[in-house]
C-alpha cells in the first residue's frame, strides 16, 4: 500500500513535513466507544470538506479505514486523533507539484469533564486576545492554532474554566475549544463562523436538533439579555454556562435536556 493511501499510527514526521514546517494540514479529534463512533458523519464530512478547501487529496474510504482501524484498537472510551498532512516537501511555501498527504492517526484515553461542570455550569472570562479574521480559513480545523494556544494560556493564568474570544471586530466567535450557543426567549443564537472560528462537530450536531438558530454577526452585548447560555464540544459534549463577567445564568432546562441527548448517543 502507498504511504499516501496508508494510516499511520505511529507518526514520526520529519522536518520536512509540511504540517510540521507550515501546519498545513487538518485534523480532528473526536470522542469513540467500543462501539462505534456517533458523531463520525461529522467528523468524516468536515475533514473531507475542509482537504477540499485546502486541495489536499483524501479519499473517504482512507477515512473510513482509520475509524475500523481505531475500532480494532478501542476497548474503552477513547479519543481518537486524525491529523490530515500535506505532506513532504521542499524549503519554501510552495506544494511540491505531486502531492502525497498524509493522514497520521493516535488513540488517547478520554479524560471526561469533572462531574460540577457538567451539572452546575462552567465559569468563562473574556480572553484579551482577538480572532483575526480570514474567511479563506474559516470554520477549518486546521494545524495552525497558535490563537487558541495563547487563548488557553490566558484562561488558565486568569482561573476560569473557558475563555470567550471576539475577532478584531468585536464580534462573538467562540470559546477557545467550544463553540457558544445562547438562547433568547424561543429564539438560539450561534456565532456566525464565515470570518474567522472553527465550526465544531457538536455544535453541527446541535443545528441539527435546535432546527432554526440564528447565525449572524453580534457583540458582547449578546449576552446581557440572554436566558440561556451553553458551550459546546464533541468530546467534553454540552455544558451550561454560570457567568460571564458580570452576568449569570441558571441551568437551562433545554440545555440539560440537550446534554442528556447527546451523552445518550455514547451509552
Keep these: ?97 505531486s502531492l502525497q498527504p498524509q493522514l497520521w492517526a493516535r488513540l488517547h484515553p ?46 488558565s493564568a486568569a482561573g ?5 474570544l471576539c475577532d478584531s471586530a468585536g464580534w462573538v466567535v467562540e470559546c477557545s475549544a467550544m463553540n457558544l450557543f445562547v438562547r433568547h426567549g424561543e429564539q438560539w443564537w450561534t456565532p456566525s463562523l464565515d470570518q474567522a472560528g472553527v465550526a465544531g462537530v457538536a455544535r453541527s450536531w446541535l443545528l441539527e436538533q435546535l432546527g432554526e438558530v440564528a447565525q449572524d454577526p453580534r457583540d458582547l452585548s449578546v449576552f446581557a439579555t440572554a436566558d440561556e447560555v451553553l458551550v459546546c464540544n464533541s468530546v467534553a459534549g454540552i455544558m451550561p454556562v454560570r457567568t460571564l463577567a458580570g452576568w449569570s445564568w441558571p441551568v437551562g432546562t433545554t440545555t440539560r435536556a440537550l446534554q442528556s441527548e447527546l451523552e445518550q448517543l455514547f451509552q
Excluded at 62 to 91: F, H, M, N, T, Y
Excluded at 123 to 134: D, E, H, I, T, V
Design 1 to 97: 500500500m502507498d504511504s499516501a493511501d496508508a494510516v499511520i499510527w505511529t507518526p514520526t514526521p520529519s522536518d520536512r513535513d509540511r504540517a510540521l514546517a507550515y501546519g498545513d494540514g487538518l485534523f480532528e479529534t473526536l470522542r469513540l466507544q467500543p462501539s462505534g463512533a456517533p458523531l463520525w458523519r461529522f467528523h468524516r464530512a468536515r475533514l473531507l470538506a475542509g482537504a477540499q478547501r485546502l486541495g489536499l487529496p483524501l479519499m473517504a474510504q482512507r477515512l473510513d479505514q482509520a475509524l475500523e482501524q481505531a475500532l480494532a484498537r478501542c476497548d474503552r472510551p477513547a479519543v481518537l486523533k486524525l491529523i490530515l498532512s500535506a505532506g513532504e516537501g521542499g524549503r519554501g511555501y510552495a506544494r511540491p507539484a
Design 110 to 155: 478520554l479524560q471526561p469533564p469533572a462531574v460540577a461542570l457538567r451539572e452546575q455550569g462552567v465559569k468563562l472570562g473574556l480572553c484579551s486576545l482577538q480572532l483575526a479574521r480570514q474567511p479563506a480559513l474559516a470554520g477549518l480545523k486546521h494545524l495552525n492554532r497558535l490563537e487558541q494556544v495563547l487563548a488557553r494560556a490566558e484562561v
Design 160 to 164: 476560569w474554566d473557558e475563555g470567550v
